[in-house]
Structure formats: structure tokens, C-alpha cells
T-cell receptor, first 111, second 115 residues
Framework: QQKVQQSPESLTVSEGAMASLNCTFS??????FRWYRQHSGKGLEVLVS????GEKEEGSFTAHLNRASLHVFLHIREPQPSDSALYLC???????????FGSGTKLTVEP | EAAVTQSPRNKVAVTGGKVTLSCNQT?????MYWYRQDTGHGLRLIHY???????EKGDIPDGYKASRPSQENFSLILELATPSQTSVYFC??????????????FGPGTRLTVL
């Protein structure tokens, strides 16, 4: 079964400074990775999906996948206070229809 | 117009009672999912479905049943609710984008409290 871990548990950055979030997984044969954002008390919003090694940019969000090192990163360029939320990493298992989630990184962006 | 809706949005139940959580999707996706979210655990998969009449066990199915009577609807049933099932429950629908690429879209969540 796929194991997904996220670090750090919480992160505080100043408005406009780059934020970098880390996600590690256990099965390098996976080929479905995505980052979600969840504002407090709300549902999940998909930010970026990536299916092969390298980078994928969606607006101010960039995912970087390196399956050899079992890492997928999320970089947030010039975050705003409205980006303060819980960020969740999700990875598929051997059944690509099923996603496994990390426990999330709580990001706070200070004005 | 939300594509995945859940009802109720909030529910208080008593221990031993029966609870049914409902999910409706207008995405025409074949697959639907039920997750629960607890602090420190992210989202954990309870049951999922590949289509009408299909239900599959996820990682934490004990104490839960699921029903998929139509393409649009997927229910989660707690026959004998317990306080440990107090959580936020999310429904999702999904389908293949091509090859093994895949996407899931989530509902707004149902907050369940079992007293």
C-alpha cells in the first residue's frame, strides 16, 4: 500500500516569499500525483496534477516530481494571505483509480 | 453549479443509530468515492465504486456500507453509529483522463458528530 508523508506539518511565510512543500511516497511505480488546497471548513481544490518526472506549472503553483528519490514538491510563487490553507498531497497506488493522501501541511501567509 | 454535492452538510447522530450520507454528481463519472478526514490523518478511503451496483472496500471499511443505485448517486451507510465515526466525510467522483492519468473532484464535505 502506498505510504504518503508530508513535511513540514506547518509553515509560515511572509507575503510574496516563495513557499516550498514536500511530499514523499513509498512506491515509485506510481504515475498519478496531485496537490490539493483546502481552506478551513471547505472542500478540496485541485491545484496541479503531474504524471511524469519533471515540473508542471499551474498559475503560481509548480509541482516538481522526482520518482527516483520518491519526492514530489509544491512551490508557491509570491503567496498571498488568501493562500493560507491546508495543502494535501495525493498519490495513486497500483490501482490508479485510488488515491492515498498525506496528512497535509498547514500554510500561513502573513501580510 | 457544483458538480459534486453532499447531504446533509451537518449531522448529529446518537450512538447505535443508523446514519445515511448521500452524494450526487453531475460529472457523469463512472467512479465515486467516500473518504473521511481526521486531524493528523489526511483523507482516508472508506469505500468506492466503479459504476452502478458496484462497491469496493477502501482502506478503512469496517463499520461502513456503501450503495451505488445510479450513476449519479453514491451513499455511505453507518448501520450502528459509534463516537469513533465522528469525522468530516468527503465524497468524490472521478474518471480517467487518458492512459493512466486520472482526476478526482470533491464535494464540500459532511460534518458528522456521533454522541
Amino acid at each position: 500500500q502506498q505510504k504518503v508523508q508530508q513535511s513540514p506539518e506547518s509553515l509560515t511565510v511572509s507575503e510574496g516569499a516563495m513557499a516550498s512543500l514536500n511530499c514523499t511516497f513509498s512506491d515509485r511505480s506510481s504515475d498519478n500525483f496531485r496537490w490539493y488546497r483546502q481552506h478551513s471548513g471547505k472542500g478540496l481544490e485541485v491545484l496541479v496534477s503531474i504524471f511524469s518526472d519533471g515540473e508542471k506549472e499551474e498559475g503560481s503553483f509548480t509541482a516538481h516530481l522526482n520518482r527516483a528519490s520518491l519526492h514530489v514538491f509544491l512551490h508557491i510563487r509570491e503567496p498571498q494571505p488568501s493562500d493560507s490553507a491546508l495543502y494535501l498531497c495525493a498519490v495513486s497506488g497500483t490501482n490508479y483509480n485510488v488515491l492515498y493522501f498525506g496528512s497535509g501541511t498547514k500554510l500561513t501567509v502573513e501580510p | 453549479e457544483a458538480a459534486v454535492t453532499q447531504s446533509p452538510r451537518n449531522k448529529v447522530a446518537v450512538t447505535g443509530g443508523k446514519v445515511t450520507l448521500s452524494c450526487n454528481q453531475t460529472n457523469n463519472h463512472n467512479n465515486m468515492y467516500w473518504y473521511r478526514q481526521d486531524t493528523g490523518h489526511g483523507l482516508r478511503l472508506i469505500h468506492y465504486s466503479y459504476g452502478v451496483g458496484s462497491t469496493e472496500k477502501g482502506d478503512i471499511p469496517d463499520g461502513y456500507k456503501a450503495s451505488r443505485p445510479s450513476q449519479e448517486n453514491f451513499s455511505l451507510i453507518l448501520e450502528l453509529a459509534t463516537p469513533s465515526q465522528t469525522s468530516v466525510y468527503f465524497c468524490a467522483s472521478g474518471d480517467a483522463l487518458g492512459g493512466s492519468s486520472y482526476e478526482q473532484y470533491f464535494g464540500p464535505g459532511t460534518r458528522l458528530t456521533v454522541l
